[in-house]
């Protein structure tokens, strides 16, 4: 019998390396997808703002379009004015001209100054008729500076639009590719850590974290760390300074510590509950581990009380599995 359980220990275990795969997918996934929604808010904000410009753009036009439509309409109005009164002068002339020849002197003085007045009149319709036709050229003017300015706004438009499209695909790749690399160090790094710890019941692999049984390194209801458990948290510790020698500097990356509790409530001067108790004992480890030379600034502590179970049973198996420390090779 004893032969046959050592015979089963040492059986290869493949969960926890399918565990990582998925969770590494998983992870990738999650990251392009939010790479994803925020490229087309960006994206969006950006076309939204063009498509404000060439709204206001179109208004103009129709302004000046109708500004046109009014001045052409001035402007025949008076040629049509100025064409009644070189009708009215030649009239008049060709009366003068009879009264000449019938020899009426006082009747073509009369004629001749109402046919000088019509000429004054004729001269001011003139001269307006040309303002007309200068403010005319000036607003066609407008319009076609206008249209090149639309047309350069829309071009403008879709080669920014082709820019962002092209961004968002490069950074998607280049970020894929960090997820990729973190993703191979904490393979390395928990393979490592399987080999240094050995197989001990109460030091586990849960998902993409190493888990440590409270008890391991603490007593029941203290954040203060217990020597039996330095020995523990030194293998962890040189094991992690390693691995994150070989990690690039560019890639953002941090060992988070989470306390995790039982749901049976504490309350103590202290810790008037279980979130102060997981919150001190994460940051106990992270305190240790700062003091054997890791680097506070890929450290994180975080305390979740009883709120993460891993076995929702109300039995003292499931609140030993409960009460934790756990530690994740994350993105910061």
Same mark, same amino acid.
């Given at each position: 019998?004893?032969?046959?359980?050592r015979?089963?220990?040492r059986?290869?275990?493949?969960? =926890?390396?399918?565990?990582d795969?998925?969770?590494?997918?998983?992870?990738?996934?999650?990251?392009?997808?939010?790479?994803?929604?925020?490229?087309?808010?960006?994206?969006?904000?950006e076309?939204?703002?063009k498509?404000?410009?060439?709204?206001?753009?179109q208004t103009?036009?129709?302004?000046l379009?109708e500004l046109?439509s009014l001045e052409?309409?001035n402007?025949?109005s008076?040629?049509?004015?100025?064409?009644?009164?070189?009708?009215t002068?030649k009239?008049a002339?060709?009366?003068?001209?009879?009264l000449r020849?019938?020899g009426?002197?006082?009747d073509?003085?009369a004629?001749a100054a109402?046919l000088?007045n019509q000429k004054d009149?004729?001269?001011?319709?003139?001269?307006?008729v #040309?303002?007309?036709?200068l403010?005319i050229a000036?607003?066609r003017?407008q319009l076609?500076a206008?249209?090149?300015?639309l047309?350069a706004?829309?071009?403008k438009?879709? #080669?920014?639009?082709v820019?962002?499209?092209d961004?968002?695909n490069?950074l998607?790749?280049a970020?894929?590719q960090?997820?990729?690399?973190?993703?191979?160090?904490?393979?390395e790094?928990f393979?490592?850590?399987r080999?240094v710890?050995g197989?001990?019941?109460?030091?586990r692999?849960v998902?993409?974290r190493?888990?440590?049984q409270s008890e391991?390194l603490?007593?029941?209801?203290?954040?203060?760390l217990k020597?039996?458990?330095? =020995?523990?948290?030194?293998?962890?510790?040189?094991?992690l300074?390693e691995?994150?020698?070989?990690? !690039?500097?560019?890639?953002?990356?941090?060992?988070r510590?989470?306390?995790?509790t039982?749901?049976r !409530?504490?309350?103590?001067?202290q810790? !008037?509950s279980?979130? #102060?108790?997981?919150s001190a004992?994460a940051?106990s480890v992270?305190?240790?581990?700062v003091?054997k030379?890791?680097?506070? #600034?890929h450290?994180?502590?975080?305390?979740?009380?009883e709120?993460q =179970?891993i076995?929702?049973?109300?039995?003292?198996?499931a609140?030993?599995k409960n009460r934790?420390?756990?530690f994740?090779?994350?993105?910061r």
């Amino acid at each position: 019998m004893a032969l046959g359980r050592r015979g089963r220990d040492r059986a290869i275990n493949y969960w =926890p390396g399918f565990v990582d795969a998925l969770s590494t997918l998983l992870l990738v996934f999650t990251f392009l997808v939010t790479v994803f929604v925020v490229s087309q808010f960006f994206l969006t904000q950006e076309i939204t703002g063009k498509e404000t410009a060439l709204t206001r753009l179109q208004t103009q036009l129709k302004q000046l379009s109708e500004l046109l439509s009014l001045e052409r309409s001035n402007s025949g109005s008076l040629e049509d004015q100025l064409a009644a009164l070189r009708a009215t002068l030649k009239t008049a002339e060709a009366e003068r001209d009879k009264l000449r020849g019938e020899g009426g002197g006082a009747d073509v003085k009369a004629l001749a100054a109402d046919l000088d007045n019509q000429k004054d009149l004729n001269a001011r319709a003139a001269s307006q008729v #040309e303002i007309l036709n200068l403010q005319i050229a000036a607003l066609r003017r407008q319009l076609a500076a206008l249209e090149e300015a639309l047309d350069a706004s829309e071009k403008k438009n879709k #080669e920014s639009s082709v820019k962002i499209s092209d961004l968002s695909n490069r950074l998607n790749v280049a970020l894929a590719q960090r997820v990729q690399e973190l993703a191979r160090y904490r393979s390395e790094f928990f393979g490592r850590l399987r080999e240094v710890l050995g197989n001990r019941p109460d030091i586990r692999i849960v998902g993409d974290r190493f888990v440590f049984q409270s008890e391991v390194l603490f007593d029941a209801g203290s954040a203060q760390l217990k020597p039996e458990g330095y =020995p523990e948290l030194d293998k962890l510790a040189a094991t992690l300074m390693e691995i994150s020698k070989k990690i !690039p500097a560019d890639i953002p990356w941090i060992l988070r510590v989470d306390g995790h509790t039982d749901i049976r !409530p504490i309350a103590t001067a202290q810790f !008037p509950s279980n979130w #102060e108790l997981s919150s001190a004992r994460a940051t106990s480890v992270v305190q240790y581990l700062v003091s054997k030379g890791f680097s506070p #600034e890929h450290l994180a502590a975080a305390g979740f009380g009883e709120f993460q =179970p891993i076995d929702s049973a109300k039995n003292e198996d499931a609140y030993r599995k409960n009460r934790r420390i756990e530690f994740k090779l994350t993105e910061r």
